[in-house]
C-alpha cells in the first residue's frame, strides 16, 4: 500500500477555501505540542498569542499599525505577480520612497513649511518608488534582463543609498554622529488617529489602496487584462494585450505603493530616517501577497494575521516568557503548513495498491 | 468531552489569573534588549545582571525581558508592550533606544525608565553608562607593548562620542609606550553581526595589526585573531574562552550593582532621574584578568587602573592634540571635561584615517 500525491483534473475550490484553515489549524495542534515540550501552558500561550491581542484597543491599534506597510506593498506585489511580473525589490522600492518623501521633511526642518509639506512628501515618495520600479521593469522589456535579479540587487543598491544619506549630509547636526536625521517637524508627520495610540492615517490609506484594488481587479479592463496575461499569455496576446505595457505598468503601480508605504512608515511610526526603518517588510510582503492568494481582500486578512502573529509573539514573550524564537518557529510552521495544504488544491491524496494486486489480478 | 475540555480550559485561564494576582504585589522590572540573550556580549552582560538582581531581590521584584528588539519602529511598541504588562521600571539598554524611551515617557509619567548611553532625560527618566575609556587607555598600553608589527586594529560600530572617545583613550596610551604606533579603523556599522566581525578582523590582520580590538558585541573578532594566532582584546564580557592563547584582557560591563541600586531606590520611593557615568572606582564595569603577556606588561596594566581608579591618572589629561596638530580646548582644568567626552567627535594626532561624516 502507497500513498501518493495524484494531480487533480480541475484545481479544486473547496479546498482552496478552506487550506488555510486547515493550515492554521495544523499549525495551532503543532504549536499545542511545543508548548508542551516547553513546559508552557498550551492553552494560556494560545490565548497570549492570538486572542489577548484582540481584546483591548491598544494591541488592536498596534496590530494595524504593522499590518499597513504589509497589506500596501503586497497590495502592489499581488498586481505584478498576476501578470507574471515578479517584482521581488518592494524593499528597495520602500526605502527609496522614504527616502524621497525624507528629503522635503529634512529640508524644510525647522522652516515652519505649512500643511502642504505632508501630501508632497506622499506624492513624491510614490513617484520615487514608481520609477526605482520602472528600472527592472524597463530592462525586462527592453533588454530581457531578469526582473526577478535586477529588482532584488537594487534593495541593497537603495539600502546603501539611506545609508550613505543619513551617515552624511542628513545627519542630524545634534545627533552625536548617531545615523540618523532630526525628528520631522509636526507637518511633516503622518496624523494619529486616535488619543493615547499609534493608529495613523496610513492606515486608512491601506484601506483605501484595497479597495481600490478590488475594484481595479474585479470591475475594470485594466484588471481583466492582468489577470488574462498572467493566467494565459497565450490567449492574451491573441486578445491584443500587450503585455510588456502591462510589466511597466505593474511594476510602476507597485513601487508606487511600495514607496507610499516607506514615506508612511518613516513620517509615522519612525518620525524621522534612520537605517534599519524596515524589518523587511518589503519582503515579509511577499509572503503576505501569496498567503492571501493575490486577493485584495486576502491580502487584507492575511496581513493583519501576520501582524497578530507578531503583536501576540511580544506578548507572549512577556506574558509567559516564552523565547521570541518560538515566535519565528511558529511563523515558519504556519507558512509551511500554508503551502502544504495550497498542494492539495491542485494534488490530492491516493491510497494505491501497487504490484500485489496487480500481480494477483493477472494470474 | 467538548464540555469537560472547555471546562479545563476555563480552569486553567482562571488558574493563570490567579497566579497573575498574586505577583501583583511584586514590583515589576522590564528590560529591552538589543541582540538575543545568547550574543556572548553587551546583551548578555545586561542578562547577566537581571540575574543578579533577581538573586538580590527576587522575593519583592518580578523582571520580565524582551530580547532582538531591533532600534527601529518597534522598539516603541516593545516598551509600550511591557508597560502595559503593568513593569514600573524599564531599562532599555541601548543608544538607538533613546528616541523611543523618551516617547513612551512623556506618555506615561507615572513609569520610571532607565536609559542606557543615551543624552537625553526626562522627569522620569534616566541614563547610564560607564567611563569605558578609562578602560580602553589600559588596553592601549597592553596593546602597544605586546604588538610586533606597531599596528593594531580596531573595529568600531558606529562612530558615536562613546567609540571615538575609546579609539582616542587607546592611541593616547600607546603612545606614550611607542609614539610611532599606528591604528587600523573598520566601522562595521553595526552592533552585532557576527559574519561582518569576523571579515572585519580578517582584513585588519591582513593590513598587518596583530592585535585585535573592537567595540562591536560578539566574540566573532576574538575567535579569528585567535585562528590566525594573533592577540585581542574581548569585548563587554569574558572572552577568553573563544581565545584562551588570545584574550589579553576585556572590558567587563558589570551592570549588576547598578540595576540592584536602581531597583532597591524604586522599592524605597527616591528614584529620581539621574544621569550616571561611572568608572573603574564606582564598578560600572572591570577588567578581566591580563592573561597571555610578560609579567612586566601585567605590570603596567595594573599599575594603571590602580591610578584611574584611584584618580590619579586621566586618559584625557590636557594637551589633547587633535589631528589637526592644535591642542584641544581644555575645558576640566587639567583634563578634558566630561561634556568634551561624552561629546567627542575628532581623532587625536596619530590617527592616520578620516573620523566618517567630518
Known amino acids: 500500500m502507497q500513498l501518493v500525491l495524484e494531480k487533480r483534473a480541475e484545481r ?3 479546498i482552496a477555501l478552506i487550506s488555510p484553515l ?17 513546559g508552557k501552558n498550551p492553552l494560556l500561550a494560545l490565548h497570549a498569542y492570538f486572542i489577548a491581542p484582540l481584546t483591548d484597543s491598544y494591541s488592536l491599534q498596534e496590530i494595524a499599525v504593522k499590518a499597513t506597510p504589509l497589506v500596501m506593498i503586497a497590495i502592489g506585489l499581488s498586481l505584478c505577480y498576476l501578470a507574471n511580473a515578479w517584482n521581488i525589490g518592494a524593499e528597495g522600492q520602500f526605502l527609496i520612497g522614504a527616502v524621497a518623501g525624507s528629503w522635503i521633511a529634512v529640508k524644510t526642518q525647522g522652516t515652519d513649511a505649512g500643511v502642504w509639506a505632508l501630501p508632497a512628501m506622499l506624492v513624491l515618495a510614490a513617484a520615487a518608488g514608481a520609477l526605482y520600479a520602472l528600472i527592472p521593469a524597463i530592462c525586462k522589456v527592453k533588454f530581457g534582463a531578469s526582473e526577478i535579479l535586477t529588482s532584488l540587487m537594487l534593495v541593497y543598491v537603495a539600502d546603501l543609498f539611506l545609508d550613505y544619506l543619513v551617515r552624511g549630509p542628513w545627519r542630524d547636526p545634534h545627533g552625536f554622529n548617531f545615523p540618523t536625521t532630526a525628528e520631522f517637524d509636526p507637518v511633516a508627520t503622518v496624523p494619529l488617529l486616535i488619543e493615547g495610540g499609534r493608529l495613523h492615517l496610513g492606515s486608512i490609506i491601506a484601506l483605501l489602496v484595497v479597495a481600490g484594488a478590488a475594484i481595479l481587479l474585479g470591475r475594470t479592463i485594466k484588471g481583466f487584462e492582468i489577470r488574462v496575461v498572467g493566467a494565459a499569455p497565450r490567449a492574451a496576446r491573441f486578445g491584443g494585450f500587450n503585455s510588456n505595457q502591462l510589466i511597466i505598468l505593474t511594476f510602476a503601480v507597485s513601487g508606487a505603493l511600495a514607496g507610499l508605504a516607506g514615506i508612511i512608515e518613516v513620517a509615522g511610526p519612525v518620525g524621522h530616517l534612520q537605517p534599519g ?9 511577499i509572503i503576505v501577497a501569496f498567503l492571501g492568494r493575490l486577493n485584495p481582500l486576502g491580502i487584507l486578512i492575511a496581513g493583519l494575521f501576520l501582524a497578530l502573529t507578531f503583536i501576540g509573539g511580544e506578548q507572549a514573550q512577556i506574558a509567559m516568557k516564552i523565547p521570541l524564537d518560538v515566535t519565528k518557529v511558529f511563523q515558519g510552521i504556519l507558512l509551511f503548513y500554508v503551502l502544504a495544504c495550497d498542494s492539495l488544491i ?3 491524496f491516493k491510497l494505491v495498491f501497487p504490484n500485489r494486486q496487480v500481480a494477483r489480478g493477472t494470474h | 468531552m467538548r464540555k469537560s475540555l472547555l471546562a479545563l480550559a476555563a480552569g486553567l485561564l482562571l488558574a493563570g489569573s490567579v497566579s497573575a494576582a498574586s505577583a501583583a504585589d511584586k514590583l515589576k522590572v522590564g528590560f529591552i534588549y538589543l541582540g538575543p540573550v545568547g550574543d556572548l556580549g553587551w546583551t548578555y552582560q545586561h542578562e547577566l545582571a537581571r540575574q543578579a538582581l533577581v538573586k538580590e531581590l527576587g522575593d519583592k521584584i518580578e523582571t520580565t525581558f524582551l530580547e532582538n528588539v531591533p532600534e527601529g519602529p518597534d522598539a516603541e511598541r516593545s516598551i509600550e508592550q511591557l508597560v502595559r504588562a503593568g513593569n514600573k521600571l524599564i531599562f532599555t539598554t541601548s543608544f538607538g533606544y533613546m528616541d523611543p524611551t523618551l516617547k513612551v515617557a512623556k506618555k506615561y509619567p507615572n513609569v520610571h525608565f532607565e536609559h542606557a548611553t543615551g543624552y537625553k532625560r526626562n522627569p522620569n527618566m534616566s541614563t547610564y553608562s560607564a567611563k569605558w575609556y578609562q578602560g580602553r ?11 610586533k608589527s606597531g599596528v593594531l586594529g580596531y573595529i568600531g560600530s558606529f562612530p558615536i562620542p562613546e567609540v571615538v572617545s575609546g579609539i582616542n583613550a587607546t592611541i593616547l596610551a600607546a603612545q606614550t609606550i611607542n609614539p610611532n604606533i599606528k591604528v587600523k579603523i573598520i566601522w562595521a556599522n553595526t552592533w552585532f553581526d557576527p559574519g561582518k566581525e569576523a571579515d572585519a578582523a580578517k582584513a585588519l590582520i591582513d593590513q598587518g595589526a596583530d592585535v585585535i580590538m573592537q567595540h562591536t558585541d560578539s566574540p566573532a573578532a576574538m575567535q579569528i585573531a585567535s585562528e590566525r594566532g594573533k592577540l585581542a582584546f574581548g569585548q563587554d564580557s569574558e572572552m577568553i574562552k573563544f581565545g584562551p592563547k588570545t584574550q589579553l584582557t576585556s572590558i567587563l560591563d558589570t551592570w549588576g550593582p547598578y540595576y540592584i541600586a536602581r531597583v532597591k531606590a524604586e522599592l524605597d520611593g527616591t528614584w529620581k532621574s539621574e544621569d550616571s557615568w561611572g568608572g573603574l572606582d564606582s564598578h560600572m564595569f572591570a577588567m578581566a584578568p591580563y592573561t597571555n603577556m610578560p609579567d612586566d606588561v601585567k605590570k603596567i596594566a595594573e599599575d594603571a587602573q590602580a591610578a584611574i581608579t584611584a584618580g590619579k591618572l586621566h586618559p584625557f589629561k590636557c594637551p589633547v592634540v587633535g589631528q589637526d596638530g592644535k591642542p584641544v580646548e581644555c575645558k576640566g582644568g587639567a583634563n578634558l571635561d566630561d561634556g568634551q567626552i561624552l561629546g567627542m567627535n575628532f581623532y587625536v594626532k596619530g590617527i592616520d584615517d578620516k573620523l566618517p561624516g567630518k
Open chain 1, 12 to 14: 479544486s475550490n473547496t
Open chain 1, 22 to 38: 486547515i493550515a492554521i489549524g495544523l499549525t495551532i495542534v503543532t504549536m499545542v505540542i511545543l508548548f508542551a515540550i516547553l
Open chain 1, 277 to 285: 526603518i524596515s524589518p523587511g517588510y518589503g519582503f515579509t510582503a
Open chain 1, 346 to 348: 491542485l494534488y490530492r
Open chain 2, 137 to 147: 587607555y589600559i588596553q592601549g598600553l597592553i596593546a602597544a607593548k605586546m604588538s
